[in-house]
């Protein structure tokens, strides 16, 4: 069953409305294509095997989800619906919601294992550090909306991404991209530093850096994530119009900036 395919494509339609899925999302036929080794060696993993990490993605999703979403002990009816969410955007029919589901519900018990769980999939995702990326990505979005990351599904979601190779800074980064996306969509009611603060963040920037640095910055992600570009580089045509979404975030962030900045 061709599982990892259809969860790293459909989900990027849930995720479409925040930079992650667009941001992974458009890596995904290039890293697959091209197999980049980027936190292969930290991995320990070996050669590209698509079909390892197809075999692996959809069950270990749902499995990691469930026993985030189990973390303080029980599971909300938000966090189903979170969960379910995920299932909807992938268009599943109902045989494969009842798969899904299972999946969600072995995590959720008390003898599952995360280090155990994510082993397999941390090899088969060596050759692809941007789909290890995208798999905690998925995992933050569904536990934001379903628990608001509190502290014990927090530590959990930390130890999966330490498990698959992120470090601190990347998952506080994953973190205030998508909590940046929520705040934009309200900007009247956000605070206008954590606004230009997070922005930063989306193009990869920082506030000490000169008006020519941040320009430089602007430029490189935007070349990254060129729609262009990645259908060249092998991205499915069915995934263009979630790099132009991700484009479109980088081009906001980047105005944001240069108003605060006063750049012309």
Partial sequence: MGWGGKILGGTLGMLAAGPMGAALG??????????????????????????RVNELFFPTTFRVMGHIAK????????????ARAVMQALRLNPEQVRIAIGYFYEGKQADFS????????RMALAPYPDLARYFIEIQLQAALAGNGLADLPRARL???????????MDFARLESILRW???NASAASADADARVQR?????????????????????????????DKLRANGLPDSMVEHAKERTQQIQAAYELIRERRGMR
């Avoid at 458009?26 to 320990?44: K, P, T, V």
């Avoid at 020519?212 to 990254?224: I, N």
Wanted: charged share 20%; proline share 4%; no cysteine.
């Fill in 199 to 227: 922005a930063y963040e989306v193009m990869e920037a920082r506030a000490d850096m000169s008006d020519e640095q941040v320009v430089k910055a602007y430029r490189r992600q935007m070349s990254r994530h060129h729609p």
């Fill in 71 to 82: 973390a303080d002990g029980r599971v909300s009816e938000q966090e189903i619906a979170s």
């Fill in 158 to 168: 930390r130890r999966a991404a330490q498990l698959l190779g992120l470090n601190a």
């Fill in 114 to 121: 995360l280090d155990e769980a994510l082993a397999p999939l």
């Fill in 181 to 183: 996306s929520e705040q």
């Fill in 26 to 51: 458009a890596f995904i036929g290039h890293q697959f294509d091209n197999g980049s080794a980027g936190f292969a060696g930290f991995l320990g993993g070996g050669a590209p095997n698509p079909a």
